[in-house]
């Protein structure tokens, strides 16, 4: 007989007293299927809420891959990763571990809009992620502050081929079956959409209501997770492994097939810079299948790798990294410390490049090489935001260059990453390609970029925990959702294992459903995030933008712990007592800062109320108007074009010209008065600086933001006349997108028109006085 039930090789130590009654029992809390960004995510919140956790992944060695971008961030994704991090998760920690070039993306722009990225080495990121997990066989000698492990996680090589559910009717689900958020595509159809002359369209409204309909089916069903069936990659004996919760994370891998060309062959990706391709998983995709999951069919690429040593370098245009570096994680930030590679001094330059119009050729001239793909009428659903170069060309073709950067995969690696140059070309003409952009003249590819196209469920079957409505106890997190990218991927596992640990250990207790670990809306972008896609679902891979959230001034990177490590504590989530400490000092340092301001005292001139801002007039420029027009520091920062860093520069003048008065009247002799005064001149210190900024010239704007919400969650039910006509010159604030899904949709209301997938909250309240003013 080779079934057997694995037995957890340890005793149960909860890291929360709420569990610690927990006894060892011969089955695990939580298995988490797939160790990829949502699993490891998924599995250590598991872990971390004191629930007995089993990771099931194919190959430990591919714990940490980061299959495309060798980068972490970005605007919207950093807001991710700092949210991640806020909650103790795993990402920020192991970017910053890893991190080789660092920048602030919109770093002139408002701090609600910038988003931190850094590039990984790959290797070291992949070394650390395992370090992390405790699986690395090396022993890291002098590992700092690297932790190694993580208490009630195992990990175990395996391949999961099926879930063990106990079915029947009148099984209890974790959360109500019916959401009247759900989106009903079927209600969307020709009559009411207008009729979709563009054949892509009718297939993506068909498309649509497949999925729809197979939902329907979904939320009839009941049954129980009771385990995992897996086959361990080594021996090949079948397992049957006994569990309360499951967390599905299989990314790209359900039914994958990989592209290059008019070539196919089945695979979840490729093993990294070499042929060899990874299993995809069929077993699960019929198992969902089977209970009725709505399966839809996206696609994504990555672009060839390039030999670094065959780039001109001096012909591309350098991009330098951050100087000092600022981290992802919290914790650091608030020591003080810098990422240890940016510390240490080896940050590595990228560089930029950019196609032509002879490169624009090729990829028009080579389009019937590409693959020929299942979903899309054989064209692929792929990921909007990052098209391939071919979508590039296709959809700008007033454009006669596309930027490329040229980012080295690692400190001791030649191979470089083209980023924004993907396109599955036979890998001759892929080469072509690339020697007509500058300085890729003599370029060599290490590996031809590919392409995948996999099996995705319709979130829509999913709660805002993320646990199917159907099936009790099996949650689903990251690309198997419908998103693309790390970041979002690890996002859902954060919410997604918390949420199985908690389950699973109430369950254990005997106790009543555990309140689910939500982020609403307002909270973070992880709540935008989830709330998109169990509320509208998605018929592209999903990525997160800050235009996505209507409460983006709120939601800054900067804040992301304020807004969300004491939730995460509550929640048995945030387990470093560090952090808690480290929060509170930063409260207590940011108030103080926001207080000092408030308490100096500046005159402004009519000049500089109006809104000039520039240095020239200095000190003088505020000491010189009248005593009505005294303002705080505070109030100065608040006005337009005016920034910390220039009401400080004022705030010194201003202290240095009153000293020297009073100098010369004290005989040359400091007061403690003066001396108290000077102290509280220093610098609003790096760790709290956007905080502070971004609190104080905010605060109208949220003030406003909350009633702009208010009144819009009351025009909800307002009517879009029939006739509307959507097009650019009558809308020019609205996006290309905006005015396509709008017109192929045409919402009755605006309770319909918020639950399209794609349309920004900004967009709602355009089409809103739009709409007021036709009526
Ligand atoms: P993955 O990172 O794919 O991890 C899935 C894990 O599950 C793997 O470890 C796998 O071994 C394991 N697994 C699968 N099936 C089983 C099973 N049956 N049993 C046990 N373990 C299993 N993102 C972007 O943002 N931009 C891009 O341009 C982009 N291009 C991409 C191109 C390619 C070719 C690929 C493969 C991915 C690309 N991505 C891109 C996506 C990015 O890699 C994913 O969004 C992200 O990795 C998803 O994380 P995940 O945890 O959901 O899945």
Redesign the pocket.
Known sequence: NNNRILLPSQSFTSSTSSISSHKQSSSYDVIV???????TEAATASARTGARTLL????KS??G?????PSIGGIGKGHLVREIDALNGVMGCVADESGIHFRMLNRRKGPAVRGPRAQMDRDLYKMNMQRYLGVSNNDGGDDGEMFYGVENLEILE????DLLLEEGVGIEALAPLADPADVDYSSIDSSTAGSPTNKNERIRLEKAKELSSAKANVSHRRARIRGVV?IDTTTKERMEIESTTVVL??????RGV?MIGHGRYSG???LRDSEEV?PP?V??ALTLERFGFPLGRLK???PARLDGRTINWEACLIQPSERPALPFSHLRQSRGEQPPLAASGQLIDCYQTATNEATHKLVSDYAHLLPQYDGMDGKGNG?RY?PSIYKKVERFAERSSHNSFLEPEGLNSHIVYPNGM?GPYPEEIQLQIFRTMKGLEKVDIVRPG???EYNFVNPQVLTHTLEAKSIAGLYL????CG????E???AQ?IIAGANAGRAAGAAYRGEKAPVPFVLGRDEAYIGVLIDDLVTKGTLEPY?MFTSRAEYRISLRADNADLRLTRKGAEHGLVTDPERLAALDMRQELIASNVDRLRNFKLYVTEWAERGGNDLMGGAAAYRTGRESNKKSAEEVLGMPNVSLKMVEQIMADVFAEDQSAKLSTVDGESTDDQRESAAKLNPTPSSVYDTVEASVKYKSYVVRQEKDIESWRKAQGVKIPPYIVYDHDVMPTFSKEEIEKLDRFRPATFAEASQISGLTPQCLVYLYHHVMKLN
Do not use: K, M, W
């Open positions: 299927i797939g160790g990829g960004h949502a699993g099931i992944t194919q190959n591919t714990l891959e980061l299959s495309c971008n395996a391949s999961a081929e897996a994370t299989t990314g790209t891998f359900l990989l979840g990706r490729h990874e998983s077993g699960l994504t690429g990555t990921p990052c993907s590919y392409d995948v997190a990251g690309q198997i998103t693309t990218g790390y979002e991927a690890a596992g990525r």
